[in-house]
């Protein structure tokens, strides 16, 4: 059984952050965060179904930065 949309939102984004923290370039990281951010603001301008997501947009620099430190 699928999940409903926010609680697939909130899981769609831990992976978009582990998948992040693999990336092989800081474009990649970039990219990634800003996918799931998109996705994050539209969920927060129109809504979803299910129970609160209560995510915001990631900070994308602070993202950059993690990644750096473990490189």
Same mark, same amino acid.
């Given at each position: 059984?699928?999940? /409903? /949309? @926010?609680?697939?939102?909130?899981?769609?984004?831990?992976?978009?952050?582990?998948?992040?923290?693999?990336?092989?370039?800081?474009?990649?990281?970039?990219?990634?965060?800003?996918?799931?951010?998109?996705?994050?603001?539209?969920?927060?301008?129109?809504?979803?179904?299910?129970?609160?997501?209560?995510?915001? /947009?990631?900070?994308?620099?602070?993202?950059? @930065?993690?990644?750096? @430190?473990?490189?």
């Amino acid at each position: 059984m699928p999940l /409903p /949309p @926010s609680l697939q939102l909130r899981k769609d984004a831990e992976q978009a952050l582990a998948a992040a923290a693999e990336a092989r370039s800081e474009g990649e990281v970039r990219l990634i965060v800003n996918e799931i951010n998109d996705r994050i603001r539209e969920a927060i301008r129109t809504g979803l179904s299910g129970p609160p997501h209560n995510l915001v /947009p990631y900070d994308v620099e602070r993202i950059v @930065s993690e990644w750096r @430190s473990r490189g």
